[in-house]
C-alpha cells in the first residue's frame, strides 16, 4: 500500500531554520501539499505544488522535492509555528491519495 | 464568507450506521473536488474518500470500501459521507475539505473544522 514517512518529531530554536521531510514513493510522481495543524484545530494548508504559499502563509515557510522526498522549510521559526505537520499526495498505486504520518515540531 | 462545516457527528453503537454532511458555503460548489479526511483520537490525518466536483468520479479509502460511501448534491452545496457497519476503531473527527483539480498540484485548500463520530457500545 502507499505510505508517506515523517519523522515522528523535530524541534528548532526561535528563529533558526528547520526541515520537515516527507518520504515516499509517490512523490516521484507527484506534488507534495502540506498541512499545519495546532492543538484543537482543523488542518491548514500551507504549501501545495512545486513550491506554493497559499495566501496569507508566511513567506518563511518554503517548499523543495528532490526524488521520492519532499521538503518543507520554516526560516526563522517562531512560536506559532510549534505544530504537528502533514504532508499528503496523491498516489497511483493503493488509494489515490495519502497522508504521512505527521511531524510534531517544536520551538524552543 | 468561505467555509464548510460538517455536520450529522455523535455517539453509536457498534454495526450501525450514520450519515455526515459538510455544507460549503462562499464559493462556487459545484467546481471543486471534496474530500473526507479523519483523524483519531491522538492520531494523525487518514484520507478516507474523494468525489470529483461532478460526481463522475469517487473513491473510498481501501480500507473502508463496502462500508462508506460518498456522495454530493450541487443544488444544496453539500456533500455527504454513508457510514455503515461502523466499528469502534471508526472513532475520530471527521473533516471535510476542498481540491480545486484533484490533480494533487492545488492541495486541500479549505477544511471545515470537524465533526466527532464515537463508535461505542
Known amino acids: 500500500s502507499s505510505e508517506l514517512t515523517q519523522d515522528p518529531t523535530v524541534s528548532v530554536a526561535l528563529g533558526q531554520t528547520v526541515t520537515i521531510t516527507c518520504q515516499g514513493d509517490s512523490l516521484r510522481s507527484y506534488y507534495a501539499s502540506w498541512y499545519q495543524q495546532k492543538p484543537g484545530q482543523a488542518p491548514v494548508l500551507v504549501m501545495y505544488?512545486?513550491?506554493n504559499r497559499p495566501s496569507g502563509i508566511p513567506d518563511r515557510f518554503s517548499g523543495s522535492s528532490s526524488g521520492d522526498t519532499a521538503s518543507l522549510t520554516i526560516t526563522g521559526a517562531q512560536a506559532e509555528d510549534e505544530a504537528d505537520y502533514y504532508c499528503?499526495?496523491?498516489?497511483?498505486?493503493?488509494?489515490?491519495?495519502?497522508f504521512g504520518g505527521g511531524t510534531k515540531m517544536t520551538v524552543l | 464568507q468561505v467555509q464548510l462545516v460538517e455536520s450529522g457527528g455523535g455517539v453509536v453503537q457498534p454495526g450501525r450506521s450514520l450519515r455526515l454532511s459538510c455544507a460549503a458555503s462562499?464559493?462556487?460548489?459545484?467546481?471543486?473536488?471534496m474530500h473526507w479526511v479523519r483523524q483519531a483520537p491522538g492520531k494523525g490525518l487518514e484520507w478516507v474518500a474523494v468525489?470529483?466536483?461532478?460526481?463522475?468520479?469517487?473513491y473510498c479509502a481501501d480500507s473502508m470500501k463496502g462500508r462508506f460511501i460518498i456522495s454530493r448534491d450541487n443544488s444544496k452545496n453539500t456533500v455527504f459521507l454513508q457510514m455503515n457497519s461502523l466499528r469502534p476503531e471508526d472513532t475520530a473527527v471527521y473533516y471535510c475539505?476542498?481540491?480545486?483539480?484533484?490533480?494533487?498540484?492545488?492541495?486541500?485548500?479549505?477544511w471545515g473544522h470537524g465533526t466527532t463520530v464515537t463508535v461505542s457500545s
Open positions: 475539505a476542498r481540491d480545486h483539480t484533484l490533480s494533487g498540484e492545488n492541495g486541500l485548500d479549505l
Open positions: 505544488g512545486k513550491n
Open positions: 499528503n499526495s496523491r498516489d497511483s498505486s493503493g488509494n489515490p491519495w495519502v
Open positions: 462562499g464559493f462556487t460548489f459545484s467546481s471543486y473536488g
Open positions: 468525489i470529483s466536483h461532478d460526481d463522475t468520479f469517487e
